[in-house]
């Protein structure tokens, strides 16, 4: 018997855990996969695919305006959390900020880590990709960034990253190269040697993968800027990107480590509903199916992308506890010890397949700690 | 065509639903520690799908993967990643061969056997340096590498079934590491199921398989699979529950022999097997446990091995350690250990063994725990040569801990 079981691993699923067990609640994470930070960029949006400000944010979500504070409470605490984990993220809900992505273009985001860095809107940026890498084209990415900012100057340049492989790298490889001092120093030069030859004399952004090292990424982000005597921001694209992986891999670790049971490889296939209120889901493991009891549930299952709902002909489904839906897939009058955290609340959530970093950590705060009005319940109560 | 090869050409089509999403890729403890492993995406559903009703293809970057199964924790579409690079494992050694080694290696149990009829002399002699060196030159095992002792006292000379009609009853797959190595393990566990009332039985039984797999034998893993299965349903089929205290026996009999053997009977014996502190926990939620434990007051790091994870059943060691009054355990959360069954015994692997390794050893030390707790004999001998602290199972402790309540009961 578990205090809070906690369905699904994602960013929303993670962090309702983690924040559940610092409440000193039994807890329990049922995880199919790895979950979906593993795939995204790293970086917390707040309308995904929008300039939205945040008073538009709580109107499209919807939350209350007198929640505002609570919303700033939950984003304190997330960044309070990254602080903790060695991995501290920056930004300003209220103030999103512009940063490149992995194909170019521009996009805004509301929390980022220090090894991304707002796009001015001028200046000499360069782009640098790697030989070995071919999920970053820095051709392609420059031509982009140049036609999202005409002020800018914008070039490209690819170096080799120089070890054996014999595999295709992916950005997390790099990354993990890069977590070497003689590999950064190596590729300092052949940038200085490429922007010699290309006449750059002094570019003051740098563009690189999502590379920026993996454990030693601060050490990366200092030689970089330092040798380069430029700001440098990763552009997180194609997954894995290191931005995301050290997010995900840090997460993961705190919740193991402070005791959330992890039940792996495993796939919720109903629950035991009784007065509307739910005993234990139903867990199948490799091998037969086994009940997980509980106080308290979290469906953070993710919306259509991370698997939580399933269109079909009928309309759309909800996957792991079969519950009643409306037509976007939001639940209709759920369980009253279960909360929604994410993707995993509907439809009408998600912009362009993903509901955004920040609402995810809204609603997993929410469903531990409860919000005003907005979400019933709460686990502190 | 090779008929053999054809055969295993034709399983698993799991990996249609591969979206390459790299999430494999980026778990695998390998892939994180050389550039010279093709990476579970590439060596599984890649290579399946390159290969499906075409030629085989023999790649031999395959030699890198532990069969760990952190890539089947990893997958969010479910593709059997594990089972294809099992396949690839196969077909490498099926057209590639054993070497010698690799052979000796696999046979856990053959070894087991024998290096446990002349106990005294193999454990010293695995300690003389020049032994060592003629090893690490013929076989290329290197010398530095520290090996399980072995007991002439093994559980198969210490046991005997005895049959006392209880409510519930254990079908005990002991390993060959239990039996051959820690007999104490297997004995404790024994021990274990006495204080709760459970008569223990131990059915004939051959090493799960799971080195075989590791090492490409996978005809020969078969033939031990069905064979235990066979064993073993003659059991659950009289109203015993299949227990291990072997986390890779464990993942064998639940998961991989659904897989290799993949027969009706082989998902009739999965649905019957338990983790031996999954077996306790279930007890414990139906009110069936013996919970008169006396308190130790230790604080005790935990690893928990891949094998263990990959069963997707939380994390029940710890759950039932800490139902002993005192006991602090703390999840190390270091992943994988490198020692990875065969794999660590291999001299081309060594260093990449000991890479994997820092990170749990780091762990440990920064605990600095009275001790560490694991379920796995291999994971124990990669903390035994990288860490000073004593390793112990954690049928070991509750044992103690139940002896402990009776002595205080009885004074």
Known sequence: MYDVVVIGQGLSGMLAAIWARGEGKRTAMIMSGAGKIMQSTGVLDLIPGSRGTLDEWMKQYPFHSENKADVLQAVAKFKALTRELGYPYNGDVREPVPVVTGSGHIKETALYPDTVTPVPDRGHAVVVGFQELPDFQPLFISKNLQKERPLMTVDAIRIPLGEDSQRVLTQLDAARLLDQKEVRARCLRRISGQLADK??????????????????????????????????????????????????????????????????????????????????????MANRATDVAGRQFVLATGGILGGGLEVTPDGIRETALHLNTDGDGRPMNPPDNLFLAGASGGRQLTRHGIVGGVYSLVSSYASVFGLRKTVAGGMAK | MNDALLDLNMFEDSYEKCLKCNACVASCPVTGATLDFGGPKHMGPELKRLIDNQQVIDDKRIEYCTLCGNCDLSCPEDVHISTLTTYAKAIHTEKHGSSFRDFVLSNAELVGKMASAFAPVTNTAMKMKPMRQVMETVMRI???????????????????????????????????????????????????????????????????????????????????????????????????????????????LKKEY????????????????????????????????????????????????????????????????????????????????????????????????????RTMAESVKNLDADYTVTECGMCKNQLDQLTDKEVRHPMQILAESYERAKQLQTV
């Open chain 2, 142 to 252: 290197p010398k530095e590498r520290k090996f399980p002792k072995y007991k002439f006292k093994n559980f198969n000379r210490s046991f005997a079934n005895k049959v006392h009609g209880s409510k519930r009853k254990v079908a005990y797959f002991v390993g060959c590491y239990a039996m051959y190595n820690a007999p104490e393990v297997a004995e404790s566990f024994v021990k274990v199921m006495n204080f709760n009332g459970i008569e223990v039985v131990k059915p004939r039984q051959k090493c799960c398989g799971v080195p075989m797999l590791a090492n490409g034998r996978l005809k020969q893993a078969r033939k031990n699979a069905a064979f235990n299965i066979d064993s073993l349903l003659e059991y659950t089929r009289k109203g015993y529950d299949v227990v291990t205290t072997c986390t890779s026996c464990g993942l064998a």
């Open chain 2, 258 to 357: 659904l897989s290799i053997d993949g027969s009706d009977k082989a998902k009739e014996l999965a649905a019957h097997v338990y983790d031996a502190d999954e077996y306790l926990r279930m007890l414990k939620d139906n009110g069936e446990l013996n919970t008169h434990l006396a308190p130790m007051k230790q604080k005790v790091g935990y690893h928990a091995p891949c094998h263990m994870r990959a069963q997707g059943m939380g994390t029940p060691a710890m759950d039932i350690l800490e139902l002993i009054p005192g006991f602090n355990i703390y999840d190390l959360g270091a992943g994988c250990c490198g020692q990875c069954g065969t794999f660590g015994f291999k001299k081309e692997k060594y260093g990449i063994s000991m890479k994997l390794g």
């Open chain 1, 199 to 284: 006449g750059i004399s002094q570019a003051d952004f740098f563009v690189f993968p999502s590379s920026l090292g993996n454990e030693a990424w601060a050490q990366t982000l200092k030689q970089f800027s330092e040798g380069l005597g430029a700001r440098v921001t990763e552009a997180p694209g194609m997954p894995p990107n290191a931005t995301a992986i050290r997010l995900n891999d840090r997460l993961k670790l705190k919740a193991i480590r402070s005791g959330v049971r992890l039940y792996a490889d495993t796939t919720v296939t109903g629950a035991d509903i009784e007065k509307n209120h739910i005993r234990s889901v139903r867990v199948r």
